[in-house]
Nanobody, 115 residues
Framework: QVQLVESGGGLVQFAGSLRLSCAAS????????LGWYRQAPGKQRELVAL???????NYADSVKGRFTISRDNAKNTVYLEMNSLKPEDTAVYYC?????????WGQGTQVTVSS
């Protein structure tokens, strides 16, 4: 099992930036993939970005060029750097970990972008 704790959400103005962090309770070297999903009110949860243990990344088309995912295995942490934020990025952002074929979720952190 793994526990995930997110931080870094908040209120930001249009075109602003935020950095989300997610700390895992176990060594990140044992976690195949770490990533971020988001869920806006009335919408389904969607993938934002994912990074594998080998450093391979995958981004939603809507965030390509604006968001950057990275992982620091020494700190057991995954980050999401978000730039040029738009009101449509407003959502609860959830950290995700894929471990031994099982997905784990953090509690979520709210990101609100004002226009």
């Amino acid at each position: 099992q793994v526990q995930l704790v997110e931080s870094g959400g908040g209120l930001v103005q249009f075109a602003g930036s935020l950095r989300l962090s997610c700390a895992a309770s176990i060594s990140a070297l044992s976690i195949y993939a770490l990533g971020w999903y988001r869920q806006a009110p009335g919408k389904q949860r969607e993938l934002v970005a994912l990074i594998t243990i080998g450093g391979r990344t995958n981004y939603a088309d809507s965030v390509k060029g604006r968001f950057t995912i990275s992982r620091d295995n020494a700190k057991n942490t995954v980050y999401l750097e978000m730039n040029s934020l738009k009101p449509e990025d407003t959502a609860v952002y959830y950290c995700y970990a894929a471990l031994n074929g099982i997905g784990y979720w953090g509690q979520g952190t709210q990101v609100t972008v004002s226009s």
